[in-house]
């Protein structure tokens, strides 16, 4: 099976800029969450995507959003870009059907932000 | 909010030593407890997991235990070898949704392991 892909790899946007980034999971996997990955603060849980409803979401602001096609591939996209989004954006995404209890998030190989 | 508490942030050991990283997580109902590593460049990748119905959990070098009275749960490397070296994450299933059971993996912070050769 292919693992997770997201496009693109790498970014260079100004501030005030929007930006979209693409995730395609596994085949069978429909759930797909997104993390926010910095050198200070880990990874941070963005939000979670299931069957083209975000199911759950993290404690970030309106300019980041997201949604999920019927083949499962989702796009997350971020508006009025600050220099604080510079970070390594990672989808993941796993089979959990029922959001109550979790298996094994495979991670893709994140798409790195940088805002000049 | 509910969180996952990770410590320490590095820690270097000799080749062969053992190394021990704790996390302590504050949502009594979180059922799920997994630890990914993740080398330089790369993306993470689960090495060892665990629920909450057991108390611990091996896999060769590596081990998992749980305490959920404490709220915490811990990951064990034995004979650690230079290529260990990587940032360790745990993470927990956290509730998001309120009455709706809904659970988010939540992560703590990393532990950058360093093993001496």
């Known amino acids: 099976k292919a693992g997770v892909t997201q496009t693109p790899r790498y970014l260079i946007k100004t501030r005030g800029q929007q930006v979209t980034l693409s995730c395609s999971p596994i085949?069978?996997?429909?759930?797909v969450s997104w993390y926010q990955q910095t050198p200070g603060q880990g990874l941070q849980f963005l939000f979670e995507y299931f069957s083209e409803t975000q199911r759950n979401k993290g404690n970030f602001p309106g300019r980041f959003s997201g949604r999920q096609f019927s083949n499962s591939r989702s796009e997350m996209n971020v508006s009025t870009l600050e220099l604080g989004d510079s970070a390594l954006y990672l989808c993941?995404?796993?089979?959990?059907?029922?959001?109550?209890?979790?298996?094994?998030?495979?991670f893709g190989p994140g798409t790195r932000l940088t805002v000049l | 909010g509910e969180n996952v508490e990770q410590h320490p942030s590095t820690l270097s050991v000799q080749e062969g030593d053992s190394a021990v990283i704790k996390c302590t997580y504050s949502d009594s109902a979180s059922n799920y407890f997994p630890w990914y590593k993740q080398e330089l460049g790369k993306r993470p990748q689960l090495i060892i997991d665990?629920?909450?119905?057991?108390g611990e959990k091996k896999d060769q070098r590596i081990a998992v235990t749980l305490n959920k009275t404490a709220k915490h749960f811990s990951l064990h490397i034995t004979e650690t070898q230079p290529e260990d070296s990587a940032v360790y994450f745990c993470?927990?299933?956290?509730?998001?949704?309120?009455?709706?059971?809904?659970?988010?993996?939540?992560f703590g912070s990393g532990t950058r392991l360093q093993v001496q050769p």
């Open positions: 993941a995404s796993n089979m959990s059907p029922s959001g109550t209890s979790y298996n094994e998030q495979f």
């Open positions: 993470a927990a299933s956290i509730g998001v949704g309120g009455l709706t059971g809904r659970r988010a993996l939540t």
């Open positions: 085949s069978g996997h429909r759930s």
């Open positions: 665990i629920r909450s119905n057991v």
